[in-house]
């Protein structure tokens, strides 16, 4: 047992007034971040998982916040429990493991979990207040599409941004301008929304920030699971613009000039994971979030279609960008592939 690991045990141990050795660890994947998790099981049968942040790499004390504030506000969010966040420690409901992904596995299931989750989605943004939150500026969100040249383009693939780059990062945020503010959660996705009863809880809030109406919208629909065909996606995106006008009424765009913003902040957000995903294999050593590189620029190559003024960037992508993206990770591939005969001839 790792020492951290030993000391979590500890800690969970006396906030319980039980033994050590009568609570048993099942350690539980994680996810990008520092962060680690397992499930403990107590010895009068109950679960609870513990979170593992340690205070010098994550800072908890907005997941605390959220999760308090969210869950007084009547959303499903985990109960914290117990909290320590001089050693980086928290107990939480065990909300189980089956979450919305792995009901993805056909068209009609991913059409009645995308459904329900829309259901949610419309849920927080009438219960949380944005006024709670850091704001989601203009300037970070530039500053993560940055993630894209930077590590997508020069530090993976050897490439500069196109000319029109600059261009393409200004249409996409006076777009995303035009749509009110809400609490966003940031990743909306089908793995972050838990089953528990029949009904979705919500995880890994710690990121949510005051931005843009849609931009959970998107995450959820052009994510990591699911690609839906054009009239699809009007249907999905029209739709939410009807039942939000509900809260919003005039501040909404006509349902065209929504559509092309709600698409402006998907492909804002693929830029950021194109590049997000190169950093994390380049940086941290997590080679897997490679794999999704060719997922999430079909995801951006679809949103772009209804962004006709970004038609240059568009065409780069696809001359440029997507065979040279195709090429190396064809090369890392074989790389990967080669190792263990390396390490057998040592």
């Keep these: 047992m790792s020492l951290r690991l030993a000391q979590l045990h500890t800690w969970i141990a006396r906030h319980h007034a039980i033994a050590a050795d009568t609570c048993r660890f099942e350690p539980v994947a994680g996810d990008a971040s520092l962060r680690g998790y397992c499930r403990v099981h107590l010895p009068d049968g109950t679960t609870r998982m513990l979170m593992d942040a340690p205070p010098e790499l994550e800072d908890s004390h907005a997941f605390v916040a ?36 792995h ?15 829309i259901d949610l ?10 006024a709670e939150l850091p704001p989601y500026s203009a300037a970070f969100m530039e500053e993560e599409m940055e993630r894209f040249p930077e590590w997508g383009l020069g530090r993976w693939l050897g490439l500069e941004a196109p000319a029109c780059w600059a261009d393409t990062q ?13 609490a966003v959660h940031r990743d909306f996705d089908a793995m972050n929304l ?86 994390l294999y380049l940086r941290d ?14 995801q951006l190559d679809a949103g772009l279609e209804a962004l006709p003024e970004l038609a240059d960037f568009h065409a780069w992508l696809r001359e ?27």
């Design 121 to 130: 989605l419309l849920r927080l943004q009438r219960l949380a207040s944005p």
């Design 320 to 346: 440029i960008y997507h065979p040279a993206m195709q090429a190396r990770l064809a090369l890392h591939h074989a790389e990967q592939a080669q190792e263990p005969s390396k390490g057998a001839s040592a």
């Design 194 to 279: 838990m089953i528990v009863d029949g009904e979705l809880a919500l995880i890994d809030f710690q990121g949510a920030l005051a931005g843009p109406l849609g931009y959970d919208l998107i995450s959820l629909l052009r994510g990591r699971y699911q690609r839906w065909s054009r009239s699809e996606m009007d249907r999905w995106i029209d739709d939410f613009h009807r039942r939000s006008q509900a809260d919003f009424g005039t501040r909404l765009a006509d349902a065209t000039a929504f559509r092309a913003a709600i698409e402006a902040i998907g492909a804002q957000r693929q830029l950021k994971i194109l590049g997000q995903f190169c950093r």
């Design 170 to 182: 200004r249409h996409l945020l006076a777009h995303i301008a035009t749509l009110p503010e809400v």
């Design 285 to 298: 050593g997590k080679p897997r979030y490679l794999d999704w590189l060719p997922h999430f620029y079909a």
């Design 66 to 101: 959220i999760g308090r504030s969210w869950r007084a506000a009547g959303l499903p969010v985990p109960a914290i429990h117990a909290i320590d966040l001089d050693q980086g420690f928290l107990e939480l409901d065990d909300l189980g493991d089956d979450s919305l992904h």
């Design 103 to 117: 009901h993805f596995d056909d068209a009609d299931s991913a059409r009645h979990g995308t459904a329900q989750a």
